[in-house]
């Protein structure tokens, strides 16, 4: 068994049960209202910051020019399709200003927001590769179920960001990379298993959060 199966399998059931969430069948069946929607959006949209950050320090500690230019590729991609996304279901959902650049935060998303932010002060390129793999994969894993697309924009866009080839590719990379620059030494491995359950367990609570009435 590779060490990036290892990891996904010692993050179960947590993972099984977010790619398998409520939001996750509401969404592809279209019946997710937009009050849940909008929760969600704005609070997963309090993440690009730290996200792009994490990415600039895999731009930053890979130890290759390949890898650092596959990185600053999916760098530039979160920063034009999926910012586009988030603006325009934020504007059809008729979302404040307020509420998308500085909304009351809930604990989970400062929970993982801390997350992504200690795995970039790591400067470990390990670290930060585990975390980029468990928000990648996991969208991934869900968005890739075989279900038909919802009809409307603001649903259907957030599945069609997370399931296109060019996102399958990156994910793949993603474990590769992470199978190849994984370290050997036991204890350390033991850390990113630690980052990578903790991280699973957060996007569970997230979805979570958004039913929390």
Same mark, same amino acid.
């Given at each position: 068994m590779s060490f990036v199966d290892q990891l996904r399998q010692a993050a179960e059931p947590d993972w099984t049960a977010a790619v398998d969430h409520r939001f996750v069948a =509401? *969404? #592809?069946d279209g019946r997710l209202s937009d009050a849940r929607l909008a929760r969600y959006l704005i609070q997963d949209y309090q993440f690009c910051d730290a996200f792009v950050a994490l990415l600039g320090q895999a731009v930053a500690s890979a130890p290759d020019l390949g890898s650092r230019l596959i990185h600053a590729g999916q760098l530039g991609a979160f920063? &034009?399709? =999926?910012n586009t996304y988030f603006t325009d279901a934020f504007d059809a959902l008729r979302v404040p200003i307020a509420d998308r650049t500085s909304p009351q935060l809930e604990p989970v998303t400062e929970q993982f927001n801390a *997350?992504?932010?200690?795995?970039? +002060? &790591?400067? &470990?390129?390990? !670290?930060v590769l585990t975390v980029l793999l468990?928000? =990648?994969?996991?969208y991934r894993d869900w968005a890739a179920a075989d279900r038909p697309l919802p009809a409307r924009p603001e649903h259907r866009g957030w599945i069609e960001v997370h399931n296109t080839p060019d996102f399958t590719r990156w994910v793949d990379w993603l !474990? !590769? =990379?992470?199978?190849?620059k994984a370290p050997a030494e036991a204890e350390a491995?033991?850390?990113?298993m630690r980052l990578f359950v903790e991280a699973?367990? *957060?996007?569970?609570? #997230? #979805?979570?959060?958004?039913?929390? +009435?």
């Open positions: =509401e *969404l #592809f920063a &034009s399709d =999926e *997350l992504l932010l200690k795995a970039r +002060d &790591s400067r &470990s390129y390990p !670290q468990v928000a =990648e994969w996991l !474990q !590769q =990379e992470l199978n190849r491995r033991a850390e990113l699973t367990r *957060l996007e569970l609570a #997230f #979805f979570d959060a958004v039913y929390a +009435d």
